[in-house]
């Protein structure tokens, strides 16, 4: 029972981002995506940090964990959620959600690179098929006819306009983010970090859209209950508890087969977008989200593939490396 209720905790963060991208994905025209990622950080932060002492856990991030806290700030909450909110404007949750979650692909070469988690030829072959599905995904299709058509030639930028480039930013920053939080946690609580690190990166996002609106009577939207109750859902439940739960197994989880549970965040995000916004993905998007999900399954299990005697007491905890 306590294992079912651990491996529920794990994947109600994902669930929650995957149901919090369709409460955001209506919000970021009318409210500004900047704007958007704001409200998202420094109201969870607030929770969390009031909520610290219910938990018995310490305020205060070691002064050791100083440089890489700040680094961690930067690129898991201004950079990421910037980035987040600018795609989710151009593309629809369902999709935003899978190319967000393409980042347990990067996490798995991140952590064998400085963990030293194994990826054995299974775990290979499935980060060659989230590759291809990524291509199916997020490259727009006029690079797609270019390539199989010999059409006209596309810039950069062309790529760049597109809400794909700043989801695929996205995952990169998450990845980064998700290695980095053990770098930060040294010596400091992983709650602590999480909440410190979503009031203090949402500064820059706040500034920056004071910058984009120029006329202060203008910051805030002019939104219905319903919508700043969507508002409140995201920042609450989509971040305050999502990202604290998140962090805090990515603190103690083996990386590579704990953020593979990411898989599950597209479905959550294509089933409430799909009912509630109406969003359909192309064929060619959807032979990606399989591509993705079977990439993400196979590296997740990956010593079970590869040796099919392999058992384990516990099944939540980490995987010896190889």
Known sequence: MLLIRQWLLMVLSFALWGTAMTAMAPL???????????????????ILLCAIPFLGRRWVIATSD?????????????LFQA???????????????VLIDSQPLMVALLARSLFGEAINPIGWFGLILGFVGIICLGVPSEFLSHWWLLG???????????GEGWMLAAAVAMALGTV??????????????TAWHMVLGSIPLFVFHSFQVGDLSSLWPQWTSLQWTLMA???????????GLFFWFANREELTSFTSLAFLTPVFALATGGLWLGERLEWLQWIGVCLVLVSVIFVSQRRRFWEPNFSSNNGLTRESTK
């Not at 100083?66 to 201004?78: P, Q």
């Open 28 to 46: 970021v025209d009318s409210g500004g995506p900047m704007l958007v990622a704001f409200l998202r950080l420094l109201p969870a932060g607030v």
């Open 233 to 243: 859902y995201a920042s609450v439940f989509g971040s305050a508890l999502a990202y």
């Open 83 to 97: 980035c987040l909110a600018r795609g989710l404007a151009e593309t629809g949750a369902g999709l935003g959600s």
């Open 66 to 78: 100083l440089g890489w806290f700040l680094i961690f700030t930067v690129i898991d909450a201004s």
């Open 152 to 162: 006209r030639d596309p810039t950069i930028s062309t790529l760049w306009t597109h």
């Open 180 to 193: 980095l939080i053990r770098f930060a946690c040294r010596d400091s609580d992983p709650v602590a970090v």
